[in-house]
């Protein structure tokens, strides 16, 4: 399909997507979306510089997809999914849109299925199912990061009064007014289902978040420590980036049955 090449980047199998409304890099490992942007944009997604780009380790940017599982309480931190080489199983495109669906991944009696939509936006849907015996608590997330002027400058709207998690006290708060930067930064907003924006005056662009099946937002900058201890990001990488991520996550974890379905859906443009 025109649309839609394979390649190799940085030695890993990615899928090429270009259509009169945008043009995205998706790597197998992970199905990770590293690059989207809407025609005659700017690019909206960052990628380190440090990345690993090898079996084994997850993509430092982009948008890693953490499931079955969010966070560090198992190994690996953020789970299985964006380890895993993924197959693409279908596409469909039509002007200013082609759809990628991929093949189920399944992980000890826990299905997800993946698409993702390239087109003015850029949309991700992951349905788990719990094929088990047993209840299931699943935690997950689109982790998406995002290509900043610098940290110092971005506010991001959507959260006042919502109440969060500070991962790094482990103390709630509720929200005052926009969220801006000085300090290393780890909350989990788990109370929320509002679109979010990403306020970039020097870029003069607002990134819209927008998401369904979500009532959580987990909002996170390293800073100049953290970034330092990591072994995969650069040390002044923070400047560049935020992460938004669409989660079920904190509060919001979700309880499946045997049988039971879950969606979680995230649409990503400039407003
Ligand atoms: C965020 C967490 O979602 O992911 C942070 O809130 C974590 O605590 C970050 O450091 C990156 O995780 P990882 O596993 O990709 O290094």
Sequence with gaps: MADLVSDIWNGLRVLKVQNEAA????ALHGAHVLSYKPAGERELLWLSQESWHEAG???RGGIPICWPWFGPAQEPPHGVARLNEWTLRETASEPGKTV???EAFSFENRIAELTITVADTLSMELTTTNLGAEDFRLTEAFHSYFAIS?????RITGLDKAEYLDTLTGLR???DEDIRFNAETDR???SSAAECLVDDPAYTRKIRIAKEGSLSTVVWNPWIAKSRRMPDFGDEEYHGMVCV???NAG???RILKQGEKHTLKVSIGLK
Excluded: C, S, V, W
């Excluded at 043009?23 to 998706?26: D, G, K, P, R, S």
């Excluded at 610098?150 to 971005?154: F, K, L, Y």
């Design 150 to 154: 610098d940290i110092a400058n971005i």
């Design 188 to 190: 989990i907003y788990d």
């Design 57 to 59: 380790k997850p993509i």
């Design 245 to 247: 991520e669409t989660a």
């Design 251 to 253: 509060n919001d974890f």
């Design 23 to 26: 043009e995205a890099l998706i």
């Design 100 to 102: 990628l669906g991929f």
């Design 173 to 175: 708060h509720i929200q």
